[in-house]
């Protein structure tokens, strides 16, 4: 009988120990420090993430794996390969952004939110954020996804006093909770099933279940599969994404729309490519059909806010952020079709850099137009040019690649890739789907960037940028404009080494 693993292998869980053992830092502190020095907690966390994230360089040089059972390299709970240290950098440069943001508004909120408790789950579920991609057992990846997941619910319920924060962290959790909930029925089906809980067993051994456990190990992967699209905000679970988004504090907001999207998105596809290959029948139509669902509720839903007269500009961006979801899901979709699953995974992940990159900046911009309009809705954005003309500059360039239109090269070039995606797995009618729904988009979008260079309502206003949010707004422009520039460095950079 194997053991269970002996050796650790510390530089390959080097970045999400180092959040979390930032996080705890963070939490001690926190009981000695005077309220004048809290301000501190919150560049110790900034340069924590930043650290985490360095430590993925030395794990360039090659694939590496800790926590494998004795004499049986291939099953190990714990992998540093290209798929991995590409989402974490996409996890980790997502915290650290939303870090930025919130050394400010924390700064501006004092009293109504605790900043060492505030930190500690922030870091705390980066650090579960970090953990998800290199997971490769059930087990791990179940862990990693609660330790991502259950922080951010206090977070977005940190405002004391607040309604709609409480509302959004209830409606937040018991969503999250029944997602947990179907997707740990579903595991212990496949482990009834499959004897393991390594995902590279798994895919060994499920094609090969006895005739009268078949009908478990199919519900075992559906269940599965309906946990993680609840976590990606798939239609029809996307419902506690646009009062989350308005209720939570805005850097936590951005923080849900782009790391918790990649912790939904990497756990979907290692489950599906990975563990349940000889399923893709199964998965294959049933991600395709939550692709075009999602993508058109979403659109539908953030076109829809064009007849509210004072609707909300965080509103808008998480309807979009959910039709954004449903882009990514095609590539996955994609997968279960075509021969070569590791580019339609590499297009998925292409993806998510780009969203991950234009939607920070675009919350970003939202959180300084915030700090003067409290509403932060849509029409006051009417004029920014005048008062900011870079912040608003940025701002349209963000919205034009989310739309996918130039000068946003990067939005089209990653909507080319996953469209030709869905052509080249045969799924030639979710790619029409997909066609209408940038169409749809490109309304909604342009409407809101016109608004930036209209001519303001009274004299326009200047305020002092704070040196953080600057930072953030500079940080994800000088990234959208590189890539923009050399677009094909994002799919070399995204071969995933999964397979």
Request: hydrophobic share 55%; aromatic share 10%.
């Amino acid at each position: 009988m194997s053991s269970l693993v002996q050796s650790v292998d510390w530089l390959a869980v080097a970045p999400p120990v180092i959040a979390a053992a930032t996080g705890l830092a963070v939490l001690v502190a926190d009981l000695f420090l005077s309220e004048a020095r809290k301000p501190l907690l919150g560049w110790v966390s900034v340069t924590g993430l930043a650290v985490a994230a360095a430590f993925l360089l030395p794990l360039l040089d090659g694939d590496r794996s800790t926590f494998c059972l004795t004499g049986q390299p291939q099953a190990c709970s714990y992998t540093a390969d290209r798929f991995t240290l590409v989402i974490q950098l996409l996890a980790l440069g997502g915290a650290l952004l939303a870090a930025l943001l919130s050394v400010t508004g924390l700064k501006d909120a004092r009293g109504g939110i605790p900043e060492g408790e505030f930190w500690f789950l922030l870091l705390s579920s980066a650090a579960g954020a970090a953990l998800l991609p290199a997971s490769r057992d059930l087990a791990t990846l179940i862990v990693a996804l609660e330790v991502a997941s259950l922080p951010a619910f206090a977070l977005v319920g940190m405002r004391h006093g607040d309604r709609k924060s409480s509302e959004a962290a209830l409606k937040f959790f018991l969503s999250s909770v029944t997602a947990t909930a179907v997707s740990l029925m579903g595991i212990s089906f496949v482990y009834a099933t499959t004897g393991s809980l390594y995902l590279t067993q798994v895919a060994d051994r499920l094609p090969h279940v006895d005739g009268q456990f078949h009908t478990l190990a199919q519900t075992g992967v559906v269940l599965t599969l309906i946990g993680f699209a609840f976590k990606t905000a798939a239609v029809p679970f996307h419902f506690w994404v646009p009062d989350t988004y308005v209720g939570a504090p805005l850097p936590i907001a951005a923080y849900l729309s782009v790391v918790g999207k990649a912790v939904g998105f990497s756990g979907l596809i290692l489950v599906t490519v990975v563990a349940f290959p000889s399923y893709a029948d199964v998965w294959g139509p049933a991600l395709a059909v939550l692709a075009a669902l999602t993508m058109t509720v979403g659109n539908l839903g953030a076109f829809r806010q064009q007849t509210t007269r004072a609707y909300s500009a965080v509103r808008l961006l998480a309807w979009s952020s959910v039709g954004q979801a449903g882009y990514l899901l095609v590539p996955i979709a994609a997968a279960g079709y075509s021969g070569d699953a590791e580019k339609s995974i590499g297009s998925t992940v292409a993806y998510a850099l780009m969203y991950a990159a234009v939607n920070l900046g675009a919350f970003a911009v939202a959180a300084l137009v915030g700090r003067t309009k409290s509403l932060n809705r849509v029409a006051d954005y009417r004029g920014l040019y005048a008062s900011n003309p870079l912040a608003a500059l940025l701002l349209a360039f963000f919205l034009l690649c989310l739309a996918g239109l130039p000068p946003g090269v990067i939005g089209l070039f990653a909507k080319v890739t996953v469209f030709s995606a869905a052509v080249d797995a045969g799924l030639g009618w979710l790619a029409v789907v997909m066609a209408v729904n940038v169409a749809i988009a490109l309304f909604y979008y342009l409407q809101w960037t016109a608004l930036l260079f209209r001519s303001p309502e009274g004299e326009p206003q200047r305020h002092r940028v704070p040196a953080p949010l600057t930072a953030a707004i500079a940080l994800t422009g000088v990234l959208g404009i590189a890539l923009s520039g050399a677009p094909q460095l994002v799919l070399r950079f995204t071969a995933t080494g999964l397979f």
